[in-house]
């Protein structure tokens, strides 16, 4: 898996997905108005980034980057994003192979687990 490859699936969800950066120049897939699905946070809409590491094969950073904060900074692993004050850094690792549909899966099951 590379990271183009997580881009690809994203879209083929019917998600608008962009490259940003944060202010060390590392870059990110950041999936606009992501609905979560399930959990205490099912219905609200979020921003979605992973840091793309240049890796190969691809490691998925035990980091999600979501866009609005959705709950009190420092509860459930989470802390200050680098990409801005708006950003929340949710701790999570993956312990699975990667593949687009893997680490999407990993995504919304850690914001569903909420």
């Given amino acids: 898996m590379a990271p183009d490859d997580l881009d690809t699936h994203l879209r ?10 944060d202010p060390k120049n ?3 897939t950041a999936a606009r108005n992501v609905t979560i699905p399930t959990g ?3 219905g609200r809409v979020c921003d979605v980034a992973l840091q793309r590491l240049p890796a190969v ?4 950073p ?4 979501i866009r609005p ?3 009190p900074m420092g509860t ?5 994003s680098d990409l801005g004050s708006d950003w929340q850094y949710w701790s999570r690792r993956l312990d699975r192979p990667p593949t687009p549909q893997v680490v999407w ?9 909420v």
């Fill in 12 to 21: 083929s969800l019917g998600l608008d997905v962009e490259l940003i950066s």
């Fill in 26 to 28: 590392n870059t990110y």
């Fill in 40 to 42: 205490s946070l099912a």
């Fill in 57 to 60: 094969p691809y490691q998925v």
């Fill in 62 to 65: 035990a980091a999600i980057h």
């Fill in 69 to 71: 904060i959705l709950v």
């Fill in 76 to 80: 459930v692993g989470t802390q200050a």
């Fill in 105 to 113: 899966a990993h995504v919304l099951t850690v914001l569903g687990e």
